[in-house]
Nanobody, 129 residues
Framework: QVQLVESGGGLVQAGGSLRLSCAASGRTFSDAAMGWFRQAPGKEREFVAGIDRSGGTFYPDSVKGRFTISRDNAKKTVSLQMDSLKPDDTAVYYC???????????????????????WGQGTQVSVSS
């Protein structure tokens, strides 16, 4: 069974940066796509970044150009570099792993929460104005 553990959250001023990391345990990692989601108080959980098996990356317009997702299959980790942070980025951030998937994925697949079979416990990111 896969377990995902996020780290790196915290409090930062607007315009600052944070780097989140997610470590996966279990046998499978490289045969799945990975994603980051976030949930702000009173709002639904939303997609913020995804990376498929080929290393292709996908972002919604709200974070494109500011967030960068990367993965290290040897270390079984996925990271999210967040730059130019805004108060609207304040949320709990979750790492997630899909079921075994094709080498290339699509934005529609990676942004769909139903594509994911495992989730981390979340890490809080707070951005002050």
């Amino acid at each position: 069974q896969v377990q995902l553990v996020e780290s790196g959250g915290g409090l930062v001023q607007a315009g600052g940066s944070l780097r989140l990391s997610c470590a996966a345990s279990g046998r499978t990692f490289s045969d799945a796509a990975m994603g980051w989601f976030r949930q702000a108080p009173g709002k639904e959980r939303e997609f913020v970044a995804g990376i498929d098996r080929s290393g292709g990356t996908f972002y919604p317009d709200s974070v494109k150009g500011r967030f960068t997702i990367s993965r290290d299959n040897a270390k079984k980790t996925v990271s999210l570099q967040m730059d130019s942070l805004k108060p609207d980025d304040t949320a709990v951030y979750y790492c997630a792993k899909t079921r075994r998937t094709a080498f290339f994925a699509s934005l529609s697949y990676l942004s769909d929460q139903k594509s994911y079979e495992a989730w981390g416990q979340g890490t809080q990111v707070s951005v002050s104005s």
